[in-house]
């Protein structure tokens, strides 16, 4: 069912979106006023929708006439952060979910079956390989995991079974960067489709669709929404990869998203380059100014010209990012006093957030990893990961200084 939305009344027509840059479809894609004549989007908050009369209930039911059902299956304002969002990906369609996780889990219950066979990178969220090993694995999907940069390595491990390719990039909490075009080469080569989570850049400097991704997934709560206030997230593709699987279990699984949640991710669109280029100058700032500091060992950050994949981040991102890592001299001491010596740094392991944030990645995001595996993973007790909010960028180097001084007596 491809429920298209009622018209609402209004006297404005959806812009199109072809016709826009992506900070215009930001503030303006997906917006149908009602006849109120309302500036801002308006919060549909009702979990159902009345029909004129029996025939008509008939007639949607049956697919015969567009217009809402049940919140479950379409909202009006959760389809504006939808169409907005499919708009600045530069695709077709976008299903909300209520989180991040329930994207990639619908994309995965639409798009694959018992027997199936996915290729992930193995620098992904913690989460999302605990849903491949211990959920998708349990219905018979099985998931190889290989480094993000070794092509060979990925093409090696697609077999005869294999649907998806999985990645992220950057990566958290290393931020290496994989060559999207390549993988996708490689994912259409042996008639797979690649799945890129694009959480970290979010379109506003990042389109994986430009570079041949078929599916975009992502989790709003971060960057989307960047005030840290609602869980949620959407699965982005053309119609035909969307239209009936995905959107079939989001219709009969349910993982669908809140209006509220929708208007408030809504808001966030509308700010987020902006926001993106402000979290980008903060996280350059502070790569630049740690790795001058005594005590700090090695700095991860795209911007940094000693990147490994510097020039590659510069061809396919517009900016780089919000997110830093470093790694101090003297270990999980270290790193724990400093990040418990910070005054302004949020102690949590969430990010894309206003406030900035900072965690210990291996005694949190990538505890259940074995000492081996973390070692493998780069994930040193040294770590630490920040994510750059908006406060003064002197505020943020001063508070880890004093911190920093501290941590290393
Ligand atoms: C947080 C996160 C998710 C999961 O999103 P939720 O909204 O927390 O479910 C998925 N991928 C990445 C890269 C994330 O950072």
């Not at 109120?36 to 025939?55: H, I, R, Y």
């Amino acid at each position: 069912m491809l429920a298209e939305g009622a018209d609402l009344g209004g006297d404005m027509a959806k812009i199109d979106p072809g016709k826009y840059g992506v900070n215009t479809l930001a503030v303006r894609a997906g917006q149908q006023r009602t006849e109120q004549g309302e500036n801002s989007e308006p919060l549909f908050l009702t979990s159902s929708f009345v029909f004129k009369d029996a025939a008509q209930a008939a007639a949607r039911f049956a697919d015969e006439e567009p217009g809402n059902i049940y919140s479950r299956f379409t909202n009006p304002t959760v389809r504006i952060f939808e169409e907005r969002l499919a708009a600045m990906e530069g695709t077709e369609r976008c299903i909300a979910t209520s989180s991040g996780m329930s994207a990639i889990l619908s994309t995965c219950l639409g798009l694959l079956k018992a027997g199936d066979h996915v290729v992930s990178s193995r620098s992904i969220f913690g989460t999302t390989v605990n849903l491949f090993n211990n959920v998708l694995s349990r219905f018979g999907i099985e998931t190889s995991f290989v480094p993000i940069d070794d092509y060979a390595a990925w093409d090696a491990a697609v077999t005869n079974k294999t649907r998806l390719l999985f990645l992220e990039t950057p990566s958290n909490p290393l931020t290496e960067i994989a060559d999207i075009q390549r993988l996708a080469d490689i994912a259409h080569q042996r008639g797979c489709l690649l799945v890129v989570d694009n959480c970290f850049c979010t379109p506003a400097l990042q389109q994986p669709f430009q570079f041949g991704a078929d599916i975009v997934i992502h989790s709003a709560t971060k960057y989307l929404d960047g005030q840290g206030r609602c869980i949620g997230g959407g699965v982005l593709g053309s119609e035909e990869l969307l239209g009936e699987g995905i959107f079939g279990i989001l219709k009969n699984g349910g993982p669908s998203m809140s209006p509220f949640n929708a208007w408030v991710f809504l808001k966030g669109l509308e700010t987020l380059s902006l926001r993106m280029q402000a979290h980008s100058r903060n996280a350059a700032e502070l790569a630049g100014w740690l790795r001058a500091q005594r005590g700090i060992e090695r700095v991860y950050y795209p911007g940094l010209a000693g990147h490994p994949q510097h020039e590659l981040a510069k061809r396919q991102q517009k900016d780089f990012g919000g997110i830093v890592s470093f790694v101090v001299a003297g270990g999980k001491k270290t790193a724990w006093r400093l990040i418990d010596h910070t005054e302004l740094f949020s102690i949590t392991a969430n990010l894309g957030d206003s406030k900035s944030t900072i965690t210990h990645p291996a005694t949190t995001t990538h505890f259940r990893l074995t000492d081996e595996e973390q070692r493998q993973a780069g994930i040193s007790p040294g770590l630490v990961r920040l994510s750059a909010g908006h406060e003064d960028i002197s505020d943020l180097k001063n508070d880890l200084r004093s911190a920093l001084l501290i941590a290393l007596n």
